[in-house]
C-alpha cells in the first residue's frame, strides 16, 4: 500500500478548487524549446486556469516570473518543507491571494526522490499537463508516458 504523503499549505487553498495546468521542463532544453516556454507563458489565456509546477529546472523558474509579471494564479510544490520567509518576488501574488505554496516533504532540501514524488503528486492532482521539454534521460519521460492522454508538448 503506498503511504499517504503529508502536505503542508501556505497560501490560498481555494486555487486547488480552479482548473490546474501543469508546466514541466527538463534541465536539458534546446534554445527552440525555451522560446516555445516563453511563448506559451506569454499567450496562456489565464483567467480560468492555474499554473501549478515545482518551478525548479531554470526554464520553469523564468516561466515562474513570467507569469507572476501576469499576475498569473500560481500553485508551486515543493519537494522540500515551506519556506521558513516567503521569497520578495512571491509575496506581491500571495497577498492578492494568487499563490499556494505546497509542501509534499519534510526535507530541507530537495532530493531526487522528493522531486520525484512532487511531480507525481503535480500531474496527479492537475487537469492539463504542458511540457515544455524533456530531455531523453529525464525520470520526466516515465511521467509523461503515464499522463499522455491530459498532455500537450511544447517541442518536437
Partial sequence: MKKQME????GNKELLSLYKT???????????AVMRCYDWATSIDLSNTV???????KI???????????NAKIILVLGRQLYKQLPEEL????????LLSISTSKQ???SKES???RNA????ISDSLVWGCISSDSPLNSLYDANIAKSIKLYK
Fill in 51 to 57: 499554473i501549478i509546477s515545482g518551478f525548479q529546472s
Fill in 22 to 32: 501543469a508546466f514541466f521542463c527538463s534541465r536539458t532544453v534546446s534554445s527552440s
Fill in 108 to 110: 530541507k532540501r530537495t
Fill in 121 to 124: 503528486y503535480i500531474s496527479e
Fill in 60 to 70: 520553469e523558474k523564468d516561466i515562474l516570473h513570467l507569469l507572476l509579471k501576469r
Fill in 7 to 10: 502536505l503542508t499549505y501556505l
Fill in 115 to 117: 522531486a520525484e514524488r
Fill in 91 to 98: 509575496v506581491p501574488a500571495f497577498q492578492a491571494n494568487h
